[in-house]
C-alpha cells in the first residue's frame, strides 16, 4: 500500500522561505521519480519539481532558482526547500511519484503567501 504524507506548510509573508516534506509508505520510493505538485483555487494540479531515483532534478520554469527538490533514500523522505516565496505560490502542495499514482494522493499541506 502506497501513502503520501506532506507537512510543513503555513503562512509565510512574501520573500520568505518554508521547507516541506514528504514521507512515503510502500515500496515504490526508492526506484521511482517523485514529484512535488501544486494546485491552485480554481486551477488545475500542476507539477513543481521531479527528482530522479539517482537525485537528478528538473523544476518548473516558475519555480526555478527558488525552490529546491531533494530526497532522502534512507529515510523514504522527500523534500522541497522553498525560498523567496511570492503570493503566486499560494497553493495546496502535494507529493506523489511521476508519473502521479492517481489513486493515492494524500492530503496536502497548504502553503499560503501573503503580507
Known amino acids: 500500500q502506497v501513502q503520501f504524507v506532506e507537512s510543513g506548510g503555513g503562512l509565510v509573508q512574501p520573500g520568505g522561505s518554508l521547507r516541506l516534506s514528504c514521507v512515503v509508505s510502500g515500496s515504490i520510493f526508492r526506484n521511482y521519480q517523485m514529484g512535488w505538485y501544486r494546485q491552485a483555487p480554481g486551477e488545475q494540479r500542476e507539477l513543481v519539481a521531479r527528482?530522479?531515483?539517482?537525485?537528478?532534478?528538473i523544476h518548473a520554469d516558475s519555480v526555478k532558482g527558488r525552490f529546491t527538490i531533494s530526497r532522502a533514500n534512507t529515510k523514504n523522505t522527500m523534500y522541497l526547500q522553498m525560498n523567496s516565496l511570492k503570493p503566486e505560490d499560494t497553493a495546496v502542495y502535494y507529493c506523489?511519484?511521476?508519473?502521479?499514482?492517481?489513486?493515492?494522493w494524500g492530503q496536502g499541506t497548504q502553503v499560503t503567501v501573503s503580507s
Open positions: 527528482i530522479f531515483s539517482g537525485g537528478s532534478t
Open positions: 506523489n511519484s511521476f508519473p502521479s499514482l492517481d489513486d493515492y
